[in-house]
Structure formats: C-alpha cells, structure tokens
C-alpha cells in the first residue's frame, strides 16, 4: 500500500516556467520532508516541514505543509536545467524510539533548456 | 558527497547466490537505515540500526538480514536472490535516533549499490 501519492509522476517543462508538484496521503504525520534525487546519487534533503499550514522557502523552491499534515507541495519558479531530478516527498512518522520514512514514488522533472 | 559510503556500487550475480552490501555512516552517526529502490516500488525502507541495536523494521524479507558493527559500519546480506531483488540499495545515517520530528534532524543517503540479479 503506497501511503503517499505524488502527483504527477512526471513532469517535462521548458526553463522558465513554474511548477507545481503535490504529494498527499490519508496518513498524519509528524513532519513532511522533500528530497531530490539525481541520476546516480542518493537522495539529498531539500526541507523538514513540521506544523502544519507552514511555509518555507528555499530559493526559488517553496515547500507548503497541509493545515491537516497529511499533504504537501512544491513550487518551483523560473525552473532551470539544473532543478532537473526526482523529487521526493516522505512522510515522517515518529514514536518513542522508532522512526521511519515513508517515500512517495515521486515527480520526475526535465527542466529543457 | 554525503559522507555515508556504500560498497559495491554495482554487482552482478545470478539467481539463488547471497551477497552482503556495505556501509560506513557518516562520521560520529549511530544510526543507520537501509533502503531498497525500485521502478515499481519507489524508495522502500527495510531496516533501522542505532548503536548496534534493530530499531526499526520495513519491508524486509525473511530472505534479507542486516547488522550494524561495533565500528558503526553495516551490512545488508541478501540470499536465495530472485530477479525481482533486482534495485539500487540505499544506506543512510543520521547524528540520533531520537528528534525525528525536530528540524533539526537530517538523513544522510549514500550514492547506493545497484545490485542486478540475472
């Protein structure tokens, strides 16, 4: 059972443009973190979001929390070539000494020059 | 570079066969989790590690079994191998198993071992 579904799987955008990737499941969670993963490397953290309806920018990345903290997104502006990669979404569940991501499939984005 | 170092990066072996994966955490990290990666399945947690000690455990097969060593490095050791364990195994450490949901807590994944099973 996928607990996190993003959307949409794959995006091919020219550079420049702005987009929108979500990630939402029907699950709580402690935190919500972003990661993007390029060909040949490991995923690498973007951003931690921990209450809910919070914002965070990063750049020209921003990272919005649901009210509920069962859902995110991620918008990124004036995309480049190098935003180019897998995006990531996992959820975060915590509870006395365990911990566990839970990852979406992710949105995979091709930036065209 | 992450810091976290995994070995082999690639590996080739046939069916029925076992091979152990390696991985050397970041520096004074004391927990270490393994990842299995695949096209159908996405990025699929199997095990956690903190100190030496199981803290946490996924969708790791009975076929599958990992250990982390005094030193803090681990193993994944994956046997009887079927064409469907075919993915990019991924190693990652963190500074604490505790204050997941803190900002401050960060997960560091290695580059990954690809592992093809013909």
């Known amino acids: 059972t996928q607990l996190l579904e993003q959307s949409p799987q794959f995006l091919s955008i020219q550079e420049g443009e702005n987009l929108t990737v979500y990630c939402n499941s029907s699950?709580?969670?402690?935190?919500l973190q972003w990661y993007r993963q390029e060909p040949g490397e490991g995923p690498v953290l973007l951003v931690t979001v921990v209450t809910g309806g919070e914002v965070k920018k990063l750049k020209r990345l921003t990272f919005q929390f649901g009210d509920a903290r069962k859902d995110s997104s991620l918008h990124i502006t004036a995309a480049q070539p190098g935003d180019t990669g897998l995006y990531l979404c996992?959820?975060?569940?915590?509870?006395?000494?365990?911990?566990?991501?839970?990852f979406g499939k992710g949105t995979l984005l091709t930036v065209n020059p | 570079d992450s810091g976290v170092t995994q070995t082999p990066k690639h590996l080739i072996t046939a069916t029925g066969q076992r091979v152990t994966l390696r991985c050397s955490p970041r520096s004074g990290d004391l927990s270490v989790y393994w990842y299995q990666q695949s096209l159908d399945q996405g990025l699929q947690f199997l095990i956690q590690y903190y100190n030496g000690e199981e803290r946490a455990k996924g969708n790791i097969l009975e076929r599958f079994s990992a250990q982390q060593f005094p030193d803090l490095h681990s193993e994944l050791n994956l046997s009887s191998l079927e064409l469907g364990d075919s993915a990019l195994y991924f190693c990652?450490?963190?500074?604490?198993?505790?204050?997941?949901?803190?900002?401050?807590?960060?997960?560091?994944f290695g580059e990954g071992s690809w592992l093809t099973v013909v």
């Open positions: 699950s709580v969670f402690s935190s």
């Open positions: 996992a959820g975060v569940h915590s509870g006395g000494s365990n911990y566990k991501l839970t």
């Open positions: 990652a450490s963190s500074g604490s198993t505790l204050g997941w949901g803190s900002r401050g807590n960060t997960i560091y």
